[in-house]
């Protein structure tokens, strides 16, 4: 089963900042924060990850916080085609033996004009 | 690079009929995985890889078979096919496993309707 809780869906205006909220209150210390997105009918798209300090990448920052039992995700200026299915995943790695990723069912962000 | 590749797009089976899903990728990546993924749900595993020679089951992978016989491929074979495989397919390949700079790379996708 999934150990992180999302909320099933989010709006969010066209150029504003997107902050999708993830709860994960049994992450383990040497588990990552992974994010994923899905667009409609696409297999899923890496995001970003971290483990216990914030990143910045091209496509998005995450905020873990201090205790890391939640994280955000930040689109910071969202447009139509962020529109997709957002899945926060904590997994181990670092010696993990196979690397897969459990899904849970995400969150719905829509964009809209 | 075409990075993962699926084959085919849409199939409709009947109960009782077998099929293959092709599935490979040009990245020269170690790992490979098959997922499902049921209409409004997450992706479950099904089988994945290490590298050639080498496959383990994940959750779910009653009814399905496996082989990696070279790093570039990995077909996932349904064998007398029930309704409840009715779904959408993915592959996925990474580098390194479960290292944390890991990321899987997703073909885009196979939808099987068994009726």
């Known amino acids: 089963d999934a150990k992180t809780t999302q909320p099933p869906s989010m709006d969010c205006a066209e150029g504003r900042a997107a902050n999708l909220p993830c709860n994960h209150s049994?992450?383990?210390?040497?588990?990552?924060v992974y994010w994923y997105r899905q667009i409609h009918s696409q297999g899923p798209q890496y995001i970003i990850h971290?483990?216990?300090n914030n990143e910045t990448n091209e496509m998005a920052s995450l905020i873990i916080t201090e205790d890391r039992k939640s994280s955000t995700l930040i689109l910071p200026h969202a447009t139509l085609r962020d529109t997709a299915v957002y899945y926060c995943?904590?997994?181990?790695?670092?010696?993990?033996?196979?690397?897969?990723?459990?899904f849970g069912k995400g969150t719905k962000l829509s964009v809209k004009p | 690079n075409a990075g993962v590749t699926q084959t085919p797009k849409f199939r409709i089976l009947k109960i009782g009929q077998s099929m293959t899903l092709q599935c490979a990728q040009d990245?020269?990546?170690?790992?490979m995985y098959w997922y499902r993924q049921d209409p409004g749900m997450g992706l479950k595993l099904i089988y994945y890889?290490?590298?050639?020679?080498?496959?383990d089951k994940g959750e779910v992978p009653n009814g399905y078979n496996v082989s990696r016989s070279t790093t570039e491929d990995f077909p996932l074979r349904l064998e007398l096919a029930a309704p409840s495989q009715t779904s959408v397919y993915f592959c996925?390949?990474?580098?390194?496993?479960?290292?944390?700079?890991?990321?899987?790379?997703f073909g885009p996708g196979t939808r099987l309707t068994v009726l």
């Open positions: 990245m020269n990546h170690n790992y």
């Open positions: 996925a390949s990474s580098l390194a496993g479960g290292r944390s700079t890991d990321t899987q790379y």
């Open positions: 971290g483990l216990k």
């Open positions: 049994t992450i383990s210390g040497n588990e990552y």
């Open positions: 995943i904590v997994r181990v790695a670092e010696g993990g033996s196979q690397g897969n990723l459990i």
């Open positions: 890889s290490v590298g050639a020679g080498i496959t």
